[in-house]
């Protein structure tokens, strides 16, 4: 009765063995190593970025340990720092020609030591959370009221011009909060404005209503049109830190939406608290300024003549001079959109913008006055002032113009994401930091680590002591409990933080219970006189109900954990549900195993080391019955 | 081995007034802090700045508590944290100024005392995300409870589910009763711990009464209190070799796992304490004056009346 068929020790063997490849990276610790990845959008790392990286290292006297590529980045594994930090300067110096314009970041990094058949098996360590690995955390709150602020007084400009070309008079529109309110004095105008909100505005719904002798029209946006423009915002916003983050050269940053308004960066490997900070609440300035195409400003483009008095000279992105004047148009304040998209009648890539209707207005005027001129858009950053593009003027400008011709679709994308992200979307505020040096880090690491070892021997001992042979099962099944956890953790890749780890060792403290249950029910067993192959059976079969709902229990508790908890209490609770279920194979399954096949096969069993299996007389002298 | 060697049943239900009594009173005390003293609220939940800094020696918390005063922060905290040589400061939220502002500022002070001073950790928390922790925490408490009494009123009867859930809320605000009076640091490790301690003994009441049940099924001629005496003093073993192996895991994170898991253990060791008691001696005396009985637990077997239907249903002759 207590014999396994094949099949379920096939499972066991199989689960041991698929357990034991993926946790076996996390023994083979981490090495120095060098990660080469686009800074740029248009920058691709490809297997030509990996021979210009051997190339470049073998020039510099450097053979790498181990060479990979990934989809995003190059890595170069080195023996020891020095060499690390040596590849690192030569790398710099081969991709990074000017500091100023980084085409690739080139980040010290640690990459595991493990052979590359289990890298090939997608086998990794667990990955680390800033507690541990040491590092900048930061919780972006996004002003998602001042983005819609933003957009509805946007709208309400629009809606103003519109009016005006329809002709429709005697109006007032204002913004009140998120609303767009237009009054009237009489119900024709109000119609007419009503039909034109429904026909051009898609995103605005109106209500009219009467206020004695006005009429009024109430505009405003519609629910799935302000959560379109959040998560818009959200997504700008997350392309712009993600630009400005490659400039600090950090391996593996992680920038992440979190809930519908919040955004997580974490920078592993950063101490300079003041400089992340920096560049993330840095903005950069779209600026749009009219060609200077006087005589003179031709001469200094040529670079015959000194740049005139009124203008500028900037540098354009392929490192030709132009002279701009000094005079702003237009800055991005005013640019509500840009998109990339095809011209429907020549079919040339193209750069819709969308300007707001002060923008529209200025643009207008600007446009009449200067038909066939160049006007140049500037993206100024770090003070320092970029000519992303300069086409000439072809007609009359609205709020809606287009800027097209000799562009490949890559540089039609690459444009409108620049002038996108020129600035964030919403205004950003940081509500939450975290540093954690690299010696606390490994601190963390450390104590933990003990904090599990010792827990898990002293159970180990006393599980022996008390249990014998049983006990010797029940720590093997703790071990094999504690290797799937680990296994499992490294094939999700989820992030293990301290509180992870003590849910490590309580997952032990959890596990420990179903096999205390079993054991002393076998010993009930025993004590009642039941044979020694009954009583496992009898044991292993009732404690298992009793199992299932105390686990089910916890579980309940660790999804609760799960679904509210944030930061640690989340890195504590997804260890601990893992390790709940996890023990619910170790403990049950596999230590059955175990037993069935120590004590299974033999037929006339006449004990089972289970150690004391004391019996109460009913006289009440008791009996001990030693094994 | 073997512990316990117990000879007849206890009769733990001969003394559940009293035992129910020592619960009242400690739960009340525990109230009675929590509500007079209140909970030492983490960072994470009030908001401010913690910075850890290192020093080569050990320090004096008394001089680095006046060096940070002295730049104007009145109720600042210094403790050590974890060794003598490591400080823990904080500082709370002040209008005008950020935390790396702050943290720069208080550095460039000790720094003037003591050169060897070297910022290892910071951490800066918005008064916004304090206020949200604390809701969701009610919302996981919430949603803990109800989904364990879902779930036991399913798995067993509403009267084991009411009682098991009162039981461990007696625990939970006992744990938080201790943190109040020792005004211990509630962080949101402590939070995660009080949670787990939640799931964890209820564990304990599944135990005791999955075994009622098997008894009311096997002893038919028992009382309900005979019942219940005997579940609980037979698996007692399984409950005090259970909790005392996880507390062994609880005491090696007590004292290998460093400060951030000390006061977590301590969460832990008290909800385990309570939660030994509270399922053995408080649950079970609920249950049994909520009037549990042999019906509620296992259903009778369905009458073979046959078809209701039947015209000749009842007749006999």
Redesign the interface.
Same mark, same amino acid.
């Given at each position: 009765m207590n014999r396994y068929p094949v099949w379920k020790y096939a499972i066991i063997v199989i689960v041991l063995l698929v357990g034991l490849v993926y946790a076996l990276p996390n023994f083979f610790g981490e090495a120095p190593a060098v990660q080469v990845s686009a800074a740029k959008a248009t920058v691709k790392v490809d297997a030509g970025t990996q021979a210009r990286v051997q190339e470049a290292l073998k020039a510099g006297g450097l053979t790498p340990d181990m060479l990979t590529l990934d989809a995003t980045s190059v890595r170069a594994r080195f023996v020891t720092t020095d060499d690390q930090l040596k590849a690192r300067d030569v790398l710099q110096r081969a991709f990074v020609p000017d500091a100023s314009d980084p085409p690739y970041v080139v980040a010290l990094n640690l990459v595991s030591r493990s052979p590359t058949w289990l890298t090939a098996l997608h086998a990794f360590p667990m990955y680390l959370g800033l507690?541990l690995r040491g590092g900048v955390d930061f =919780?972006l $709150?996004v002003d998602m009221k001042g983005a819609i602020d933003k957009r509805a007084e946007a709208f309400a400009g629009d809606l103003r011009t519109s009016l005006r070309d329809k002709n429709i008079r005697g109006s007032a529109v204002s913004r009140n909060g998120q609303t767009i309110e237009v009054r009237f004095r009489d119900a024709a105008s109000l119609q007419a404005a009503k039909q034109l909100v429904q026909d051009q505005f898609a995103d605005l719904s109106a209500v009219d209503s009467q206020e004695g002798s006005d009429w009024k029209l109430t505009a405003s946006i519609k629910p799935e049109a302000a959560r379109r423009l959040q998560d818009a915002a959200l997504k700008q916003n997350i392309t712009t830190l993600h630009n400005r983050i490659n400039e600090l050269g950090v391996a593996e940053p992680v920038i992440q939406q979190q809930g519908l308004d919040r955004i997580v960066v974490q920078l592993p490997g950063v101490q300079d608290? *003041?400089k992340a900070?920096d560049i993330l609440g840095r903005t950069a300035t779209l600026e749009m300024r009219l060609v200077d195409e006087s005589t003179e400003g031709r001469a200094a483009e040529l670079g015959t003549g000194p740049v005139p008095f009124g203008s500028e000279k900037f540098l354009d992105r392929q490192g030709r001079p132009v002279i701009v004047k000094k005079q702003v148009l237009v800055t991005g304040e005013n640019l509500t959109d840009a998109q990339p998209g095809f011209d429907s009648q020549t079919q040339q890539p193209k750069v819709d913008l969308t300007m707001d209707a002060k923008g529209g207005r200025i643009m207008r005027d600007v446009s009449r006055d200067n038909f066939r001129k160049r006007m140049a858009m500037l993206i100024f950053e770090k003070g320092k002032g970029e000519v992303l593009t300069a086409p000439s003027i072809n007609g009359e400008l609205g709020n809606r113009f287009q800027i097209s011709g000799s562009m490949s679709v890559v540089e039609a994308n690459d444009l409108a994401l620049l002038l996108r992200a020129g600035s964030l979307a919403a205004p950003m505020?940081?509500? $939450?930091?975290?540093?954690?040096?690299p010696? =606390?880090g490994a601190?963390?690491i450390s104590? &933990?680590f003990?904090? @599990?070892m010792? !827990? #898990?021997i002293?159970?180990m001992v #006393?599980?022996c002591?008390?249990y014998a042979l049983f006990g010797v099962f029940s720590s093997i099944a703790l071990a094999v409990n504690l290797l799937l956890l680990v296994a499992i953790l490294s094939m999700l890749q989820a992030t293990l933080t301290?509180?992870g780890i *003590? /849910?490590m /060792?309580?997952a +032990? !403290? @959890?596990a420990?219970?179903s096999n205390? =249950?079993i054991n002393?029910r076998v010993r009930?067993e025993l004590r009642n006189g039941a044979s020694p192959q009954a009583a496992i059976h009898a044991g292993y079969d009732?404690a298992w &109900?009793?199992i299932l709902?105390?686990?089910?229990?916890? =579980? +309940? *508790? !660790?999804? *609760?954990?799960l679904? #509210?908890?944030?930061?640690?209490?989340r890195g #504590?609770?997804v260890v601990?549900c893992i390790g709940i279920v996890t023990s619910m194979f170790s403990a049950v399954f596999f230590s059955r195993g175990l037993v069935n096949l120590w004590y299974g096969g033999k037929k006339k069993l006449k004990t089972v080391s289970i &150690?004391?299996?004391?019996r109460?007389k009913t006289d009440?002298t /008791?009996v001990?019955e030693a094994k | 081995m073997e512990f316990f060697r117990i000879h007849k049943t206890i009769p733990f239900m001969r003394h559940a007034k009293v035992l129910n009594i020592i619960s009242f009173v400690t739960f009340a005390l525990a109230v009675f802090f929590l509500a007079h003293r209140g909970l030492h609220l983490s960072v994470e939940f009030t908001g401010g700045t913690v910075m850890e800094v290192a020093y080569q020696q050990s320090v004096d918390v008394g001089k680095v508590r006046e060096t940070v005063g002295k730049l104007g922060y009145p109720d600042v905290q210094v403790q050590n944290y974890g060794t003598s040589r490591d400080v823990q400061i904080r500082l709370p939220v002040q209008k005008g100024q950020t935390s790396a502002q702050q943290s720069a500022q208080v550095m460039d002070a000790l720094k003037a005392v003591d050169p060897t001073a070297v910022l290892r950790g910071n951490e800066f928390v918005g008064p916004q995300v304090g206020e949200e922790l604390t809701t969701n925490g009610l919302k996981a408490l919430a949603m803990v409870v109800i989904g364990i009494m879902i779930y036991l009123a399913f798995r067993f009867e509403w009267k084991f589910a009411l009682s098991t859930v009162l039981a461990n809320l007696h625990d939970v605000v006992i744990i938080l009763g201790f943190f109040a009076f020792f005004q211990w640091e509630f962080s949101l490790a402590v939070l995660a711990a009080v949670l787990a301690v939640l799931g964890y003994s209820v564990n304990e009441s599944v135990v005791i009464f999955d075994r009622i049940r098997e008894n009311f099924r096997r002893y038919r001629k028992m009382s309900t209190v005979e019942t219940i005496d005997n579940a609980i003093t037979s698996t007692i073993s399984r409950t005090i070799i259970t909790h005392g192996s996880t507390q062994l895991v609880v005491l090696s994170m007590f004292f290998f796992g460093g400060p951030t898991l000390h006061y977590f253990a301590l969460a832990l060791t008290i909800g385990i304490c309570f939660g030994i008691y509270s399922s053995c001696f408080v649950a079970a005396a609920i249950a049994m004056w909520l009037g549990v009985k042999r019906e509620d637990l296992i259903k009778a077997p369905p009458k073979r009346d046959g078809d209701p239907d039947d015209p000749n249903a009842g007749a006999t002759v």
């Open positions: 507690d =919780l $709150q608290t *003041a900070k505020e940081i509500i $939450q930091e975290r540093t954690i040096g010696s =606390l601190d963390n104590k &933990g003990k904090s @599990v010792y !827990g #898990f002293a159970i #006393f599980m002591a008390y301290l509180p *003590a /849910a /060792a309580l +032990i !403290g @959890v420990i219970d205390v =249950l002393e009930e009732r &109900g009793t709902d105390s686990n089910v229990t916890t =579980l +309940i *508790a !660790g999804v *609760a954990l679904a #509210f908890g944030s930061g640690p209490v #504590f609770a601990h &150690g004391t299996v004391w109460p009440g /008791a001990v | -």
